[in-house]
């Protein structure tokens, strides 16, 4: 791609210097030679790229996310039956994500981080991606965590709120079991 518009950037400014140049002088008593045309510049194109790793594994992420609870568990179940390696790990991590199950999100994180930093040659495609998931792992569990300390707050403030109110009406009820205060002096006398 880097190449390609390197390339067209080069044929673009030979083409701008010999559109902007000056038009030869007229030889004495005859008309004037057309410029020659711009020399054409091939662009070629690359015979076969190397094979794309992870759009595979993205097209995977998006069929993953359409499945239901049942069916993400039946994948896990087939991807633990294939041999180990890093596309495999990476795939185990991505299912491991979306199932939410108790420990699913660590165990999701502990295979990423093994992909990403495994010195395997065969990993090597797989790092960034790998990288990219477990820093959103990680992220993922710390606002887990930070939404179970808040649920556990508002909860502790609820029982709060409905001990000071059980406080508010049991004395409203003594002050309903007081007996009529006598009026003041003062305004009986007027």
């Known amino acids: 791609m880097n190449t390609k518009l390197l390339l067209l950037t080069a044929c673009l400014a030979l083409s701008a210097c010999t559109l902007n140049s000056p038009m030869p002088a007229a030889p004495a008593g005859g008309p004037l030679q057309p410029p020659s045309p711009?020399?054409?510049v091939e662009v070629l194109t690359p015979a076969a790229a190397a094979p794309d790793e992870l759009t595979p594994l993205l097209g995977y992420h998006q069929t993953l996310r359409r499945m239901s609870q049942g069916e993400l568990m039946k994948e896990?179940?087939?991807l633990g039956q294939q041999p180990r390696g890093p596309?495999?790990?990476v795939q185990m991590g991505m299912a491991l994500m979306l199932?939410?199950?108790s420990g699913d999100l660590a165990r999701a994180q502990a295979l990423l981080d093994s992909v990403?930093?495994?010195?395997d040659v065969e990993a090597a495609p797989f790092r960034p991606l790998a990288q990219l998931l477990s820093s959103n792992c990680a992220e993922t569990r710390r606002l887990s965590e930070h939404a179970?300390?808040?649920a556990a707050q508002q909860k502790d403030?609820?029982?709060r709120i409905e001990?000071?109110?059980d406080m508010v009406e049991g004395l409203k009820a003594i002050e309903r079991t007081l007996p009529a205060r006598p009026a003041p002096a003062s305004q009986v006398t007027k």
Request: proline content about 4%; overall charge positive; aromatic content about 0%.
């Open 87 to 89: 596309r495999v790990a």
């Open 148 to 150: 179970d300390k808040l």
């Open 157 to 159: 403030n609820q029982r």
């Open 99 to 101: 199932t939410r199950g």
């Open 38 to 40: 711009a020399p054409v």
């Open 116 to 119: 990403a930093t495994s010195a």
């Open 76 to 78: 896990l179940s087939g």
């Open 163 to 165: 001990q000071l109110t």
